[in-house]
């Protein structure tokens, strides 16, 4: 049973995500799959369904085994990037999801639009106040501000600035809170701040009802916040958006990959073009490597830097159990002084 006071804190976040407890699963491509999704939304949370690169066909499949496991609101994670964009917003719609996240980008207009005439409430992402002054304006239902201690692609500032920066002054739609937040105490800072909940992805990875290897499981386990690091672009002129993962010798290859891209490029042998595809493709099937096939060495194991808090593979319902007891705590502790 939540406490009055917690209830009152994230009530906002709750009745938007129709959800018991405003804590939303983090869209992690392989690891947030139907299976996840729906004991997360099952137990009192909110799951949502990492679309990844997958295409329309495959993410209606997703969707329909979501909700066969579950009846409860969840949601889809969308990348803007996607070339099949539009075609992914016709299947959420199609099918009924109640919330689509847009992650990655700005979101096109027309594809907001379609989401929002098909019924459902959606969420982006915003780095800065000034853009997501900008998604409210356009017609986002509802924020998540990511800072970059989180897991997998990050942006250049930590959570708890971009929580004073945004929270203060964004009131007309519900802001989410995520990235390196690895207890309940942290949960409760945030939704004290004016958050209307949290989003959480590293801690569920060690769910039991997550699919992710044994392999994948026991290196978060080992892990402390130092070894998740974002990985490293060498030369201006080839963008690499940082990716924070555990440090394997992928890392390292990664580094030697692009050094050698780099040679090609200077002596002629590949365009600027060639070479900059080189180095986005090298990760190409690492995170299901790591994930799904549990080679942790040569893989991408994404993680954020919580996963020094992540200690033992428990139920979904226990993460979350675990979690509010720390917040009725930090809450019973504060009254006191």
Known sequence: MVSTSLQNLWGRGCAFLGSDFAIMGGGMSWISEHTLVAALSNKGGFGTLACGSMEPPLLRK????????????????????HPSLEALVDVCVEENVSHIVFAGGLPPAPCLKKAKDGGAKVLCFAPTLALG????????????IEGMEAGG??????????????LPFLHDVPVFVAGGIGCGDMMVSYLAMGAAGVQLGTRFVCAEECIAHPNFKQAFIRASARDAVPSVQLDERFLVIPVRALVNEGCKNFIKKQRDVIALFESGALTREQAQLEIEQFWAGALRRAVIEGD?????????Q????????????????????????????????
């Open 306 to 337: 919580s996963v020094g808090m992540v200690k033992k593979i428990q139920p979904v319902a226990d993460i979350f159990a675990e979690f509010i007891q720390q917040a009725e705590n930090a809450l019973e502790e504060g009254k006191k002084i």
């Open 62 to 81: 997703e969707i329909q085994a979501t909700k066969a496991l579950t009846k409860k609101p969840f949601g889809v994670n969308l990348i803007t990037m």
């Open 296 to 304: 942790i060495e040569n893989g991408s194991v994404m993680a954020g």
């Open 153 to 166: 692609h990050i942006g250049p500032v930590s959570t708890s600035v971009l929580a004073q920066e945004i």
């Open 133 to 144: 002054k900008k998604l409210v304006r356009m017609g986002t239902d509802a924020l998540i």
